[in-house]
Nanobody, 115 residues
Framework: QVQLVESGGGFVQPGGSLRLSCTAS????????MRWYRQAPGQQREWVAA???????DYGDSVKGRFTISRENAKRTTYLQMDNLKPEDTAVYYC?????????WGQGTQVTVSS
C-alpha cells in the first residue's frame, strides 16, 4: 500500500520561506511522478506543482517563479521549496501520486502566511 507522509508546514510572515517534504513508501519511487496540491478553507483543492520520475517539473500559474519542486529518489522524498510566500498561499498542502492509476494522498500539512 502506498503511503505518503508530509512535513515542514508552519507559520511564516509574508515574504518568508518554507520547505515541505513528502516521503513515500510502498512504491518504486523513482519511476513515478509526484505532485503537490493545496486546499484553502472554503476553496477547491488546487494543483501546485509536479515532477516526473526523471525530474521534469511543472507549476501552477499562481506559484510559478516562487515555488520549486524537487526530489531525492534515494530518500524516496519529494520537496516543495516555497519562497516569497504570500497570505494567499495559506492552505493545507497535500502530496499526491498515482503509481497504479489510483490517487494516493498524504495527510496534509498546514501552511499559514500572515503578519
Amino acid at each position: 500500500q502506498v503511503q505518503l507522509v508530509e512535513s515542514g508546514g508552519g507559520f511564516v510572515q509574508p515574504g518568508g520561506s518554507l520547505r515541505l517534504s513528502c516521503t513515500a513508501s510502498g512504491m518504486i519511487f523513482g519511476l513515478h511522478a509526484m505532485r503537490w496540491y493545496r486546499q484553502a478553507p472554503g476553496q477547491q483543492r488546487e494543483w501546485v506543482a509536479a515532477i516526473t520520475g526523471r525530474g521534469s517539473t511543472d507549476y501552477g500559474d499562481s506559484v510559478k517563479g516562487r515555488f520549486t519542486i524537487s526530489r531525492e529518489n534515494a530518500k524516496r522524498t519529494t520537496y516543495l521549496q516555497m519562497d516569497n510566500l504570500k497570505p494567499e498561499d495559506t492552505a493545507v498542502y497535500y502530496c499526491n501520486t498515482s503509481p497504479t492509476g489510483y490517487d494516493f494522498w498524504g495527510q496534509g500539512t498546514q501552511v499559514t502566511v500572515s503578519s
